[in-house]
């Protein structure tokens, strides 16, 4: 190859540079809006809600993961895998405030008034408490249960086997947290920690005891719970998404074969 012809190789080399940075140059003064008075500052802003809603997306399809984990797994594994990584229980959290910020009522507010409405030296168990707000809303002593623990207040342990002496509870609250595949072993330990006359107050969501859509039949909840040994004192169906169970713990128990229905995962849909 010739001098000249080496040169002329260089050239064109650096013209195509500044063909390609123009055209970079015309692709971010389009992407900015129109009558912005700061072209770069809008640029940034622009990629920073793409990027906000890239991350949106991102944890609502984690959420999605745990979430289906949860309902599918016992709860021995839940406790390992959030062992393995805690900081996914703040994922699953996140994304469980925002789903239930879409319910037009929630249930932890009804059961909190319910607990409210009598005397506060009553002694509560949360079971799947989530952030304790149950325990900071009310006056009564109250025993937190989760998987995680973000709070000196709540015990992480896996529900079905707590701390908690046998007959020591007044109140057993199960909140939407019957997810693991042997949610009978929860309330048979909320049967072994609640005083005779106890009260065990669930709430869970609709779509898990709705028979025309492969759920669970709720008079089949209610029987096995009964056949453990409590009496069904009321089954609220008024609410659109959940329903909302009272049993008192009988005086006495007669050991029964139980049939317990099968509760399907509440999965949510990608919005
Ligand atoms: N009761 C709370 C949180 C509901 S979300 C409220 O109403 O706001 C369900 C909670 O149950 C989650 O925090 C989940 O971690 C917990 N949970 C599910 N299985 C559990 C288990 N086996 N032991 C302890 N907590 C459990």
């Given at each position: 190859m010739t001098e000249e012809q080496r040169r002329s190789k260089k050239r064109k080399r650096g013209n195509r540079r500044k063909e390609a940075a123009a055209k970079n140059n015309a692709s971010s003064s389009i992407a900015a809006p129109s009558g912005?008075?700061?072209p770069t500052k809008s640029s940034s802003k622009s990629k920073s809600s793409f990027l906000d809603k890239m991350k949106a997306r991102l944890s609502g399809g984690y959420?999605?993961?745990i979430n289906e984990k949860l309902y599918t797994?016992?709860?021995d594994e839940a406790l390992e895998y959030f062992k393995e990584d805690p900081s996914l229980f703040n994922v699953y959290h996140s994304g469980y405030q925002a789903q239930m910020s879409l319910w037009p009522e929630q249930p932890n507010d009804i059961i909190i008034k319910w607990i409210k409405d009598r005397s506060p030296s009553l002694v509560v168990a949360d079971f799947g408490c989530g952030d304790a707000r149950l325990a900071r809303s009310v006056q009564n002593k109250v025993h937190s249960f989760d998987l995680v623990s973000n709070d000196p207040s709540v015990i992480a342990c896996d529900m079905s086997n707590t701390p908690l002496a046998s007959s020591s509870v007044d109140i057993a609250v199960f909140c939407l947290s019957l997810m693991g595949t042997n949610f009978p072993s929860y309330i048979q330990e909320a049967n072994r920690v609640l005083k005779p006359q106890g009260w065990l107050l669930i709430a869970e969501v609709k779509s898990r005891l709705d028979p025309t859509t492969g759920g669970a039949d709720p008079n089949d909840f209610v029987k096995a719970i009964c056949e453990l040994g409590f009496a069904s004192k009321s089954k609220d169906l008024s609410n659109k998404m959940?329903?909302?169970?009272?049993?008192?713990?009988?005086e006495k128990q007669k050991p029964r074969d139980i049939n317990w229905p099968e509760l399907k995962p509440c999965l949510y849909k990608r919005r």
């Open positions: 912005s008075a700061n959420f999605r993961m797994c016992s709860g959940f329903i909302l169970f009272h049993f008192q713990k009988k």
